[in-house]
């Protein structure tokens, strides 16, 4: 499991017990909670099921149970860069895979991973619905299509790009803090 | 009592008709907005088709419609100015949405130049029925689909939407339920349960506590016909949810939808408040003592849930796993009370059969599998998207005349029907019609109507594979053989498809392994799970043999079976795209000034096959491994 970043963990407790307070301790509220949580904090981390565990009066393995069984759930913190290739059937047949591994080479990361400065993560997903177009990568909430082995190159140097620029303005507030 | 219903609904149409009529008036562009089309670009499309009409000072509407189903010619619009017949225009760039402005809205030319199709009869452009896929085409439940605005339900209401509703609130309950059991309405989420029948079970229970749910679990991972639906006419489905509950006597109704179709939920959230604004919802709906409501439930991305009793499981708070028959559902199923599921399509067809009748809807179609079927059509294949045909249709119609066929003059090779329950069907099966019955004796299944073909690039050991990982990953593990039994399979084809399996027998095991599974396991999630590598061993056993005694992939795609070369005779020693595409500088310059490839580091991630320019088309794959000795040998004479 990841480690907290600082002020995570009070982060966490707050948003928790505010989604916590919203539902009833009723057991069928517990998925509809853990969305609302991921959809939060952005993942599940340990803290946070062992929180709603016993707000709920359930065995906290029983929430880890459920957290492992569907798939949507995320344990581990997403990348600032969300990266979903598509798996589907048409996507798999047209180079899904080749695209995978070719993020997985760029990144050093597996599917599933994140890497360890959380600017990426790397999913899989089974078809988003846009097979005309596959193969798919869904990036944050926007969907690329016919994303070819280049084009992987193409999205890892805007990434880049827009990386540096963002950090090059940070380093200038920060002087102008300084000054 | 029930002629009030009526009433109140005929003012509500007629509010909903004067908006529409007056909407009219004014030229309106439409725009196709669902995840298809959004992914292809058209927001920003939408974006200047707004600016443009605004920079002119012009009155004219933009307005997001879902999915018409021709998701190949995304992004989509749509232009309706008075005077002109409607035209619809496909590939829609910035630039002409532009140029559609400024000479269709502004000045008067149309632009036949870029339009597709028009979608009136008119002396001037085609229609649809005059292309082939119109001819097999023919819209029941996804008539309105892309051509109103699911956000606003003044555009179904205008199409007579929720009249179905009014007018059963005037029936009987059972009056209801008999016109759909005489429609011999078959469940499409694949099994092809009739659904009168399941209705009619659940109603007869005594508990007054009933549900009904809408299965938009939509798993099967080729597929996005439900996901459409919801998307562009929301209405539909909840007006055939309130019609089924009435039917059923059920008091609350929900919604299951997928977590990967986020715009499908806030559609359906947005309807159910406009719906319940209306009446249609909620307390004595439309002026009868009929009360009911809906919920969504979020799923949350197991396959397996997609499954009835596992559906239910998840909706309750806990893992996703079926269990036996009986009790069925429709005596215990949600919170123990008696329950209906039924599949988003299945809904849809209910207010189409109480408006036209059960004649009707069996006037489409065969005797056994009366109306229509609803397919993604995707893969290799020309005019990919959403269609719908009457059931009995042949593949080989389906294929050939709606989707136009194989592109790049490329062979087909197999038709994958029916998602991981389903199989894949050669040529010689292609004039099987499609219905719940022909399918299932060629060995493969309708399923929920996903449809992917695949041509001689694809591997067919390799797409059994790839179903085989995916129902070895979703089975929820409480059947020994669908847990195991998937997972033995799945390794003999690993080995297959890697070269390392070179005993024949090892076929017949898979047989076994497959025979044991469909009997050992209690849902059909395994009961279905080998239909993908029986098919295949039945319908292509040279492609299994090959990779096998030769260690070669026939479809060049086994990536441990092929390697990339690059033949000497077609290079061109000026060129150097290769060099810089490969991301391992595996690709070097020979002293003679023609590319090379260093086995050792390259990683056949395709790239510079890729992007070898196609007058050279220098690159090539070669299977098995091992003529590359040959090809070098001979080359370095
Ligand atoms: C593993 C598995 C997955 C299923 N997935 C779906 C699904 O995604 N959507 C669906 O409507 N039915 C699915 N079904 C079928 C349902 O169990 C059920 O038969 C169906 O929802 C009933 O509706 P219908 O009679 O309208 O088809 C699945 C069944 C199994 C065994
Ligand atoms: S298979 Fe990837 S979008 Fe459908």
Known sequence: ?179 | MGQASTELYEKIKAAATEKITALKQKPVVLVGMATCGKAAGAEKVREAFKKEIESHGLEAQVIDVGCMGHCYAEPLAIIAKPGHTPLCYGYVDEELAKRLVIDFLVNDDPCYEFAMVALETNDVFPTFSDFPRGVYEQKMILEHCGFIDPEDIDHYIDKDGYAALAKILTLEPEEVLEEVKSANLRGRGGAGFPAGTKWEACRKQKEPVKYVICNGDEGDPGAFMDRSILESNPHQVIEGLIISAYAIGATEGYFYIRAEYPQAIRTIRTALEQAREKGFLGKSILGSDFDFEIKVFQGSGAFVCGEGSALVSSMEGKMGIPRPRPPRLTTSGFRGKPTVVNNVKTFCYVPLIMKNGADWFKSTGTPGSPGTAVFTLVGKITNSGLVEVPMGTTLRQLIYDVGEGIPDEKEFKAVQIGGPSGGCLPESALDVPIDFDSLEEAGAMMGSGGLVVLNEDDCMVGIARYFLEFVQKESCGKCTFCRLGTKHMLEILNDITQGKEKDLASLDLLRELAEDIKAGSLCNLGKTAPNPVLTTLRYFWDEYIVHITEGRCPALMCKDLIVYYIAPELCSKLCNVCVGSCPTEAIYTREDGLKAIDQEKCVKCDNCLKTCPPQYNAVIKLSPPEMLKEKEGGSAK
Do not use: W
């Open chain 1, 1 to 179: 499991m990841q480690q907290l970043l600082e002020g995570e963990k009070e982060l966490i407790i707050e948003k928790v017990g505010e989604i916590l307070g919203k539902h009833g301790s009723d057991r069928e509220n517990l998925i509809p909670i853990l969305q609302e949580v991921q959809d939060s904090l952005g993942y599940l981390p340990g803290l946070s099921m062992e929180i709603i565990a016993e707000a709920m009066d359930i065995p906290s393995v029983d929430v880890f149970g459920l957290t492992t069984f569907y798939n949507q759930f995320r344990l581990n913190p997403p990348g600032k860069h969300q990266i979903k290739i598509c798996m589907g059937t048409a996507c798999y047949m047209v180079g899904g895979r080749i695209a995978l591994e070719s993020f997985e080479r760029h990144l050093k990361i597996g599917e599933g991973e994140t890497t360890s400065d959380r600017k990426y993560s790397l999913e899989t997903v089974a078809c988003v619905g846009c097979c005309a177009i596959a193969p798919v990568v869904v990036v944050n909430e926007d969907i690329e299509g016919k994303v070819t082995p280049t084009r992987v190159d193409g999205l890892m140097l805007a990434f880049e790009a827009d990386e540096q620029e963002e950090e090059q303005k940070e380093a200038e507030e920060n002087e102008e803090k300084g000054d």
